[in-house]
């Protein structure tokens, strides 16, 4: 079995590349794609917890994940409603110029 | 470590670095799917077979169907953003190094690089049902609550803006 801090730097990894990718790109697609990789990141800390048994006893990990899978999922939904809304309300989503509020 | 995590570990951070870095939109859609198989590669491979395979479904099934939809609906997938390594570029690589290390830092300094724990865990999907419907009930029917609402919700917010009744805004002629 690979042991836990192996899977705790492929999950850090993995959430640097989502943050620097929220971070920087401009495309607000882009952006959400970027903070589904964090979350995904942050799936597999559960899981390899669960798995290395730290968590003591239980499946807490297990559900935690899987709760967030279901949440993220609805997260996604909402998001891109979100950014089609805008783009038919103002036909761009350059981040840069989607700064205000008002229509 | 074995050979499976190191092909399933580059396979996961390559997906992300090229969704994350590539110009075509569509590419990125296409990476990002890569990324999350291997993440549900790595999910089967530490045991959690419900979870790896809802990983496919959900993430690798309908979140990338979504993304492609929405780049497909708003025509991002035709303009090209501009190549050039600007100063967003460094101040985002800049702070996403100051978290890496600092995640770095609290793992280094963490008990489990010392001694390796000894219960590992185990549960079939036969288990994780039996849990679900008995000890996490209740968060279970939440997530169905709120799923069914953000779903109405997103449909509604996607939805063409209705026109207005007639008739309905005597404000202006008063004025």
Redesign the interface.
């Known amino acids: 079995m690979t042991p836990l801090p192996y899977y705790l730097v492929l999950s850090s990894l993995l959430f640097i590349i989502g943050l620097a990718g929220a971070i920087t790109r401009r495309n607000a697609i882009i952006v959400l794609i970027g903070i589904e990789l964090m979350l995904n990141a942050a799936n597999l800390n559960f899981i390899a917890f669960w798995r290395h048994g730290v968590s003591g006893q239980g499946n807490a990990g297990l559900m935690f994940a899987l709760f967030s899978i279901a949440i993220a999922a609805a997260e996604v939904a909402v998001g891109l409603a979100l950014i089609i809304a805008i783009y038919r309300h103002r036909k761009t989503l350059d981040l840069n110029r989607v700064n205000s509020l008002k229509g | 470590?074995?050979i499976s995590?190191i092909i399933l570990?580059i396979l996961?951070?390559a997906g992300?670095?090229l969704?994350?870095?590539l110009r075509n939109?569509v590419h990125?859609?296409l990476c990002?799917v890569l990324?999350?198989t291997g993440?549900a590669g790595?999910?089967l491979?530490?045991?959690?077979q419900?979870?790896g395979f809802?990983?496919i479904l959900?993430?690798g099934g309908?979140?990338s169907i979504?993304?492609v939809?929405?780049?497909l609906?708003?025509r991002?997938g035709d303009t090209q953003?501009s190549a050039e390594i600007n100063r967003?570029?460094v101040?985002?690589?800049w702070?996403?190094?100051i978290?890496?290390s600092t995640?770095?830092m609290a793992?280094l300094s963490s008990a489990?690089?010392k001694e390796?724990?000894?219960?590992?865990?185990q549960?079939d999907a036969r288990?994780?049902g039996h849990?679900?419907m008995t000890r996490?009930v209740l968060?279970l029917e939440a997530?169905a609550l709120?799923?069914t609402a953000?779903?109405i919700?997103?449909?509604l917010?996607?939805m063409?803006e209705l026109r207005k009744p007639q008739g309905h805004a005597p404000d202006k002629e008063v004025a």
Not at chain 2, 45 to 48: D, P
Not at chain 2, 116 to 121: C, S, T
């Open positions: 470590m074995t995590f570990a996961v951070l992300a670095a969704a994350m870095s939109l990125c859609a990002l990324s999350f993440l790595l999910f491979q530490l045991q959690a419900f979870v809802a990983q959900v993430y309908a979140v979504l993304v939809f929405a780049i609906l708003t991002s953003e967003d570029w101040i985002g690589c702070i996403a190094a978290v890496f995640l770095a793992l489990f690089f390796p724990q000894a219960v590992p865990g549960a288990a994780m849990e679900l996490y968060p997530v709120l799923l953000a779903l919700g997103a449909a917010i996607a063409p």
